[in-house]
């Protein structure tokens, strides 16, 4: 607040002289004229607390919130000033260490490891105003100790797989600094809140996280390649888990793996089977191998790793129909490829491969089978015939979504028309599909009689 003083001269008038007061103090200073003065000062109550300023308990050190509660006063404006320095004294009353804003944990800035003690003084710079509202500047109370919470913390990063496929997999990155691990492996002097992201290498993603067991803290999408997660306060474990990603240098194979191989199969009772094999040694002829370098494992094992679909092509490649997964294949004839997929949450796999070789399943000639020439390599019983036979005379062209008739394509035109029963026809009646003349002694058909004989 600012004053002015009247001073009486040695001549008994009055006269207005300068008087400076000390900002913060109570303290005037004038200078002395040639004449005698009388001093007639004017003093103000200092301003008094309606509440006074408390210390908070449960401060983290570093963190945005107040370490005390708000005094009050309506006497004037209180002021703060916070130190970590518990040898520190208050600055001087206007000093421009003082603030008006409430202190909060954020003075401790350095490195903090087992907590901190911070310690603030406060005081109120009081009202200027008409005589009855001003008031003098209070006293500097305090200061008030307030314990703040240890602000540096351990992340230990755990992985969790059952196969061996996390060496070097994974990179951590805290702001960012990022580092590589392989193993279980801690990561000191983490703040809380700090954001933390987990990022799986190339060729893999992210299974599950979860910190001291609540998979609720991380963020993440299963089959993604990064999980995040603010730092809670106090050490955590993250115990992970890494998916190989089967999209990445993966593939599935029939056999050997060679391009359009061939495998035999005939009818028993009413089922396709291979020739010379079980079904379930058909099945073990697939293999899905890692080819990415380093990978720990190049041959899977079905079912505990992967499950494969097959998928029924035509003769330009395009997959024709839904996908059928191994168990409810019917080894019908036809080409296939196949993908290996994913058994879905839970695997160490994620995602599919991309398809495969191809391969075909040809019906064994077998009495009463008639072979087709041209495009095709499969072979179609004369029951089939017959009834094929039976819907063109009547006028019924088969719908070619129907996988019964797509072996009846025998012009390999993706279609099932009359031009495939002037092939069939030809075929048994002894021609070729094209109507040439066989120029071996393959068998031939001579009309429905022979169907019907070789049907008995």
């Known amino acids: 607040m600012t004053l002015a003083l009247l ?13 400076t007061r000390t900002e913060g103090q109570n303290q005037w200073t004038f200078s002395m004229p040639e004449s005698k003065v009388e001093l007639a000062p004017t003093y103000f109550p200092r301003a008094a607390f309606s509440q006074q300023p408390a210390a908070l308990e449960n401060v983290t050190a570093g963190d945005a919130a107040a370490i005390i509660s708000a005094g009050a006063s309506e006497q004037g ?38 907590g901190a003690t911070a310690y603030v003084y406060y005081y109120i710079a009081g009202n200027d105003g008409t005589v009855d509202e001003t008031f003098s500047n209070s006293e500097v109370q305090g200061p008030l100790s307030v314990t703040l919470l240890k602000n540096l913390y351990t992340a230990t990063f755990a992985p969790q797989n059952n196969i061996t496929i996390l060496g070097g997999k994974a990179t951590v990155a805290v702001g960012e600094q990022a580092a590589t691990f392989s193993d279980a492996e801690a990561i000191g002097s983490l703040k809380q809140g700090q954001a933390i992201s987990i990022t799986a290498a190339a060729g893999y993603t992210v299974g599950t996280i979860t910190l001291n067991g609540n998979d609720a803290e991380a963020t993440y999408t299963e089959g993604s390649t990064v999980a995040t997660f603010a ?86 490649g395009a997959v024709v129909g839904s996908p059928i997964a191994s168990a409810q294949f019917d080894f019908a004839p036809g080409r296939y490829a196949m993908k290996a997929v994913t058994l879905g949450p839970g695997s160490m796999y994620s995602g599919e491969t991309g398809l495969s070789n191809t391969f075909t399943l040809a019906a064994a000639n077998l009495p009463g089978d008639i072979p087709i020439g041209g495009k095709r390599d499969g072979v179609v019983d004369a029951d089939d015939v017959d009834n094929f036979f039976e819907l063109m005379f009547r006028g019924q062209l088969p719908d070619t979504s129907d996988e ?22 030809n075929i048994a009646n002894g021609l070729n599909w094209d109507g040439s003349v066989p120029q071996n002694n393959a068998r031939r058909f001579n009309g429905k009689a022979s169907h019907e004989t070789d049907k008995k």
């Open 7 to 19: 001073l009486a001269a040695a001549t008994g008038a009055w006269a207005q002289i300068a008087v």
């Open 231 to 316: 730092m809670p306060q106090g050490d955590v474990t993250v115990a992970y888990t890494l998916q190989r990603n089967m999209g990445t240098n993966m593939t599935v194979q029939m056999g050997a793996g060679n391009e359009g191989v061939t495998y035999n199969i005939e009818k028993k009772d009413g089922l396709w089977v291979p020739e010379g094999m079980t079904r379930a040694q058909l099945l073990a002829l697939f293999a899905v191998s890692d080819n990415m370098t380093g990978a720990p494992k190049t041959a899977l094992t079905p079912v505990e790793d992967y499950d494969v679909q097959l998928y029924k092509i035509n003769e330009s």
């Open 404 to 425: 019964t008739y797509a072996l009846f394509d025998v012009n390999g035109d993706g279609e099932v028309d009359i031009a495939d029963l002037q092939g069939i026809a």
């Open 77 to 114: 404006t209180l002021r703060y000033f916070v130190t970590a320095d518990a040898n520190a004294t208050a600055p001087a009353i206007g000093d421009g260490a003082w603030s008006t804003d409430l202190p909060t944990a954020a003075v401790i800035t350095g490195d903090v490891a087992e």
